[in-house]
């Protein structure tokens, strides 16, 4: 079956500019999340969705940040007024329910210059 | 607060020999699951394994085997006769049960030479 697709697969934005990543995550599944990985910081946790739960947004490492989940499916992470320390690739992950294995699509790579 | 400790940076093999990622974890929870991704050169993470704290059985899967050890937090990953597209970066992960998300080590990079 089909896999976590992402959209775009790159973006490459001025700073100060806002930017919207998209997330197709495997039908049926319950869970949703974003993560990034950066050089310098591995792989991040920023955000969860879990079901018609409210999201833990914990991961968020600033108000910049935000991210929605329409109809229990797709989800777009939205980065306001981006800055260079934003340059990393966005994962999207999604599982069947909460503690199962996470599926990850491809990533965006965000640079912003 | 959770912790995963990936110590080796980089591992170069030649083909065939075996080759083992340590991976060390912390936790409070007496429950919590372990998994184990592989980023090829492609970029995409790839799901290995998923293994909760209560099942301390040693997996194997053809190649692939990890050995966990709840006594010294380990969760250990090796692969027997390596082969060049097993050239990789494999992260080991934590979640705490009932809050799924994934705390990450940083990562091992394998490489395989022919």
């Known amino acids: 079956g089909a896999g976590v697709s992402q959209s775009p697969s790159n973006k490459v934005t001025e700073k100060g500019k806002d930017v919207e990543l998209r997330c197709d995550p495997i039908?049926?599944?319950?869970?949703l999340y974003w993560y990034r990985q950066s050089l310098g910081q591995g792989l991040e946790f920023l955000i969860y969705?879990?079901?018609?739960?409210?999201?833990?947004k914990s991961g968020l490492p600033s108000d910049r940040f935000s991210a929605e989940r329409t109809g229990g499916s797709v989800s777009t992470l939205t980065i306001q007024r981006t800055q260079q320390e934003d340059s990393a690739v966005y994962l999207c992950?999604?599982?069947?329910?909460?503690?199962?294995?996470?599926?990850f699509g491809p990533g965006t790579r965000l640079t912003v210059t | 607060a959770q912790k995963v400790t990936q110590a080796q940076t980089e591992i170069s093999v030649v083909e065939k020999e075996d080759v083992t990622l340590d991976c060390v974890y912390e936790?409070?929870?007496?429950?919590?699951?372990l998994f184990w991704y592989k980023q090829p050169p492609s970029g995409e993470l790839v799901f290995l394994i998923r293994?909760?704290?209560?099942?301390?059985q040693n997996e194997i899967s053809g190649r692939y085997s990890w050995n966990f050890q709840k006594s010294t937090s380990s969760f250990n990953f090796t692969i027997t006769a390596s082969q060049v597209v097993d050239s990789a970066v494999y992260f080991c992960?934590?979640?705490?049960?009932?809050?799924?998300?994934?705390?990450f080590g940083k990562g091992t990079m394998l490489l395989v030479s022919p």
């Open positions: 992950a999604s599982s069947r329910d909460f503690d199962y294995e996470q599926y």
């Open positions: 039908s049926g599944h319950t869970a």
């Open positions: 969705f879990q079901g018609n739960s409210a999201p833990d």
């Open positions: 936790t409070r929870d007496t429950t919590y699951y």
């Open positions: 293994r909760n704290s209560f099942d301390e």
């Open positions: 992960a934590l979640s705490e049960a009932g809050y799924s998300t994934l705390t």
